[in-house]
Nanobody, 128 residues
Framework: QVQLVESGGALVQPGGSLRLSCAAPGFTLDYYAIGWFRQAPGGEREGISCIGYSDGSTSYAESVKGRFTISRDNAKNTVYLQMNSLRPEDTAVYYC?????????????????????WGQGTQVTVSS
């Protein structure tokens, strides 16, 4: 059973920054597109960022574009989500997931059914 592990969530003030990490012990992330999703209390799960492996493509939801940056370090088998200028509406549980159906994130990469392996999430709370 493949289990991704998210870390880095915390309580942060509006305008602050956090970096989330997504690791996969015993599983190589190199050949998978990796997505970040989030789910706020009472809300639906939202795809917010994706990074491909074949073309280095990245994609962002409009709600985070210009504030969040996704990256990957294959040597460390880790995908990161750098989150800047955080807002209260960014409060959510953040999940990473491995996409088994695509190598690029260039087009519409946030269909949940494409992601086979998920982490258990890390809580991000933005509040003063």
């Amino acid at each position: 059973q493949v289990q991704l592990v998210e870390s880095g969530g915390a309580l942060v003030q509006p305008g602050g920054s956090l970096r989330l990490s997504c690791a996969a012990p015993g599983f190589t992330l190199d050949y998978y597109a990796i997505g970040w999703f989030r789910q706020a209390p009472g809300g639906e799960r939202e795809g917010i960022s994706c990074i491909g492996y074949s073309d280095g493509s990245t994609s962002y939801a409009e709600s985070v574009k210009g504030r969040f940056t996704i990256s990957r370090d294959n040597a460390k088998n880790t995908v990161y989500l750098q989150m800047n200028s955080l807002r209260p509406e960014d409060t959510a549980v953040y999940y990473c997931a491995a996409n088994l159906q695509r190598s690029s994130c260039a087009l519409s990469p946030f269909y949940s059914y494409e992601y086979a392996y998920w982490g258990q999430g890390t809580q991000v709370t933005v509040s003063s």
